[in-house]
């Protein structure tokens, strides 16, 4: 029976959601805003974990210290956005991000989407890959930016729908979604400190990583490795290092790949295919290949240059 309840309730549809969370019928099959302030769901119902089979935008309310960024908790305690892309696991039955009631959910199935070239940039969106740890937590002038954006969407809604409804609505989601851009990369030069700790905790990782030649039987790190001994997501690692140093999580483990190639050429007798080794590659090609890409040199031609 407990297995049963740590199962994840899957909604294929907006109808689905609205009736488990004892919500009226949507207005619309594909698009969905719902005012907590006016139809609230019980707490009870808001316990269980679930998978949505569509776009999720939720503005929390005042969410004090209870959720945190890292190791730090959050500048404001106005609100904040949660975004969630189809097929993430959203909370757990022991979650105390549930406590934290939405004012308002934005529920968008992809098929509102098709034909238009939304359907293909919201995937770009980084932030729909982001822990609930990451919210974009937002000021007063900000949130109420969000919910003008909100107010036009519902009074949309609750019109007669029409053939520029759906361009409405369509431009409507694209104008929150540049604004959450925008507002991320507020966040993220605010917390320029936090950030810069944690590329230094990064640093010393990969330095411990490759030091201790761990790269020998776990092959090259990986972003999801690093994602992991941070405690933060893949997509927020990536945006973060990108806001302090111009290149996402991948590069960065690359230019720390290099640098240790070049100290192994530049002070030891090692050949090109233990070099790449001892990196972590299985292929000596793929070493040599990565590193002509990112000096125009080839191994062997920068131990040269160097002697």
């Not at 010393?204 to 090259?220: A, N, P, R």
Request: some cysteine; charged content about 25%; hydrophobic content about 35%.
């Amino acid at each position: 029976m407990k297995k049963e309840e740590n199962i994840p309730l899957k909604f294929d549809s907006l109808s689905e959601a609205h009736h488990a969370f004892g919500l009226p019928k949507p207005l619309h099959p594909l698009i969905s805003l719902i005012d907590s302030t006016k139809n609230p769901i019980e707490s009870n119902k808001l316990r269980h974990s679930h998978v949505l089979t569509f776009y999720k935008i939720a503005l929390k309310g005042k969410m004090s210290a209870k959720l945190r960024y890292g190791q730090d908790y959050y500048d404001f305690d106005e609100g904040g956005l949660l975004f969630a892309a189809p097929s993430q696991i959203i909370g757990n039955n022991n979650d105390t991000m549930h406590e934290h009631c939405s004012l308002f959910t934005l529920l968008i199935h992809p098929d509102f989407l098709l034909h238009y070239p939304l359907a293909k940039k919201i995937r770009q969106y980084g932030f729909f890959s982001y822990s609930a740890n990451e919210a974009l937590h937002l000021s007063e002038q900000e949130k109420a930016v969000i919910l003008s954006i909100f107010e036009i969407m519902q009074t949309e809604l609750n019109s007669r729908i029409d053939e520029f409804s759906q361009d409405v609505m369509i431009s409507q989601i694209e104008l929150l979604l540049n604004y959450a851009n925008r507002f991320y990369k507020r966040q993220f030069i605010t917390r320029k400190a936090s950030g810069n700790n944690l590329l230094e905790k990064l640093e010393t990782i990969l330095d411990d990583y490759f030091g201790q030649e761990k790269s020998l039987d776990q092959g090259i790190p990986t972003v999801q490795f690093l994602s992991d001994n941070l405690n933060i997501s893949p997509s927020y690692l990536s945006d973060m290092l990108r806001s302090l140093t111009g290149q996402n999580a991948q590069q960065h483990i690359h230019q720390k790949l290099i640098e240790k190639a070049k100290e192994k050429l530049s002070t030891t007798s090692l050949t090109v295919s233990e070099v790449a080794y001892e990196l972590g590659f299985e292929h000596p090609q793929s070493f040599s290949k990565l590193f002509k890409t990112k000096t125009s040199l080839s191994p062997l031609e920068f131990r040269r240059s160097f002697n």
